[in-house]
């Protein structure tokens, strides 16, 4: 019976997730061969959405755009809220996020709506297997997707409705001050996304300017500027900052 539910007769290369054996069994798929060479493993194009997210729209257009282009390469969608093994196997804090899989392994990585970036991994990762001489990224970069630094900065903002810009990750924070407001808010029980700034300098210089806030973490609810970690403790001791926090963001 369970034979019935995986989309393998399909002809469509993207595959709205409804089942998480349609996504194991494409991983699991065995390479070809070219004369001696070694079984290379495809690579399989993962990306996380939520309805409720906007920039999830513009990301998810350029995905289908991809999949028309790389016609031999999976393109999977998955709602990370209906698939939670799956986006904690993969540590998705926040969406959009997209995936470059090969088996076990990820060989590629995009958190947030960043266009040009998702091109440019998608590319490298894919080309070669679809029979594409590799593209500079600003070759295949669609002009209309190109967005300026506050519109990027923006989505960021957005990509959930807590959201923290710390150094490091959540689980593994990178300075005291991060690893302080990552504990306040896992204490009090708030899903949160968060972005590294140590991976990318223009967005770690931008956002101060952005937010008028000199210094990390900062940290946003609904899009919203509540400030670092003396400020944040201040509004849990008081119990204001529970009060801000959008009921699906508050783990039960």
């Known amino acids: 019976m369970s034979s019935e539910v995986v989309v393998s007769k399909s002809k469509s290369n993207v595959i709205q997730l409804q089942d998480e054996s349609e996504l194991r069994g494409t991983l699991e798929v065995k390479g070809q061969t070219a004369g001696n060479a070694a079984k290379v493993s495809p690579v399989v194009v993962i990306y996380f959405w939520a309805d409720w997210a906007e920039q999830c729209k513009q990301v998810e257009s350029v995905i289908d755009d991809l999949a028309k282009k790389y016609t031999k390469t999976q393109f999977f969608k998955v709602e990370a809220e209906n698939f939670e093994d799956i986006s904690e196997a993969y540590e998705i804090s926040a969406v959009p996020t997209v995936i470059l899989a090969q088996k076990a392994k990820i060989v590629g990585r995009v958190d947030g709506a960043n266009i040009s970036e998702i091109v440019k991994k998608v590319a490298e990762a894919c080309a070669a297997a679809n029979g594409i001489k590799s593209e500079p990224s600003s070759a295949v970069e669609p002009a209309e997707f190109q967005p300026d630094l506050n519109t990027r900065l923006k989505g960021l903002i957005e990509r959930a409705p807590v959201m923290v810009f710390i150094k490091g990750t959540a689980a593994q924070p990178r300075c005291g001050f991060s690893?302080?407001?990552?504990?306040?808010?896992?204490?009090?029980?708030?899903?949160?996304?968060?972005?590294?700034?140590?991976?990318?300098?223009?967005?770690?210089?931008?956002?101060?300017?952005?937010?008028?806030?000199?210094?990390?973490?900062q940290l946003y609810i609904s899009g919203e500027l509540v400030g670092g970690v003396d400020i944040v403790a201040e509004m849990i001791e008081s119990g204001d900052l529970i009060g801000m926090v959008p009921a699906e963001a508050v783990a039960k």
């Open 179 to 217: 690893k302080k407001i990552v504990g306040m808010l896992n204490e009090q029980n708030i899903k949160y996304g968060y972005f590294d700034i140590l991976t990318d300098e223009q967005v770690r210089q931008g956002l101060k300017e952005y937010s008028d806030w000199p210094t990390y973490p």
